[in-house]
């Protein structure tokens, strides 16, 4: 598989989770809460995981990597409860900064873990991608003084909860395939989401009776089984600092859903913000490709 394939993955797992909020916003406007909709999301993504299991694998589950899995399924599922109390603390747009952080937060976890600096291109990447967060998120005529210390805690926790499900994603489970890794991975993420939201939906068979079905399908395919299966094949291949930058994506691909499934308008600052954010997530790729033309040459030469 060619290099680029990798990135393109991540770019297209952050993407998915891009389309979640909108998603979320047509369930609650139907008459239902986010935290049933959140149930939803991971009661059906995990059975979607099973039956592609059943459907590809035709045979046992062999659970390896333990810590590994669990860790995976349990930041994947925290990131969704504590990003939803962010919400309910401050305005939307400012959640997903906080949310953002989590672009430093991975690499600072990938340079604590392999023991080294960032390099200047990431650092340059971090600034283009912070500036056109806070553009794009239009929070430049949001007040902040009236937001409590809660909703500041909430979304930093959210945004290392993210980068610590990078971070799972970044090891290799060794004999282990992906369709069973992300079976594993959604159940451990179920079982978190069923204690701490509505589980009620499950067992009084309104999930599976009303509406909520539809949009228990549409945020279990592109909130667990399309991130998770393409995180865990592309993530141990581009790491975690680069995987944190690309994942930004799910910013614009919000900001686009938002406009059409939602009816939201969106503002000229807040485009150029979008293209601050591609210009931040393409800056490390454009330095690889200039490194490796380089060492091309230099083979050349030689």
């Not at 913000?273 to 931040?280: A, D, E, N, V």
């Amino acid at each position: 598989m060619k290099l680029w394939i990798y990135p393109l993955l991540v770019i297209i797992a952050s993407s998915s989770y891009g389309i979640l909020s909108s998603i979320v916003k047509l369930a609650i406007k139907d008459g239902y809460t986010a935290s049933q909709a959140v149930t939803s999301q991971y009661f059906i993504g995990f059975l979607i995981a099973l039956l592609l299991y059943l459907v590809i694998r035709h045979s046992r589950p062999r659970f390896g990597g333990g810590w590994t899995l669990i860790l995976a399924g349990f930041f994947t599922a925290l990131t969704g409860i504590v990003y939803g109390k962010t919400v309910e603390y401050m305005p939307a747009s400012l959640a997903v900064v906080m949310l953002f952080q989590f672009t430093w937060i991975g690499m600072l976890f990938d340079c604590i873990a392999s023991r080294r600096l960032p390099k200047r291109i990431e650092v340059f990447s971090l600034v283009f991608l912070f500036t056109g967060t806070v553009f794009a998120a239009g929070i430049l005529n949001v007040d902040l003084s009236g937001i409590p210390w809660q909703g500041w805690a909430f979304g930093l926790a959210s945004a290392t909860s993210f980068a610590s499900f990078v971070m799972a994603n970044q090891k290799a489970v060794e004999g282990m395939d992906t369709t069973t890794r992300l079976l594993f991975t959604s159940l451990f993420a179920a079982i978190v989401i069923l204690f701490f939201q509505s589980p009620e939906i499950v067992w009084s068979g309104q999930l599976f009776t009303s509406s909520l079905l539809i949009y228990g399908l549409v945020l279990g395919l592109f909130g667990i089984i399309i991130p998770i299966y393409l995180f865990s094949i592309a993530v141990p291949k581009v790491g975690t600092a680069m995987t944190s930058i690309l994942s930004a994506m799910e910013l614009p691909v919000a900001m686009t859903a938002s406009v059409i499934l939602v009816g939201e308008h969106i503002t000229f600052i807040q485009v150029i913000g979008i293209f601050i954010i591609l210009i931040g997530m393409t800056l490390p790729s454009l330095e690889q490709r200039r490194l490796n033309h380089n060492k091309y040459k230099t083979s050349e030469l030689h």
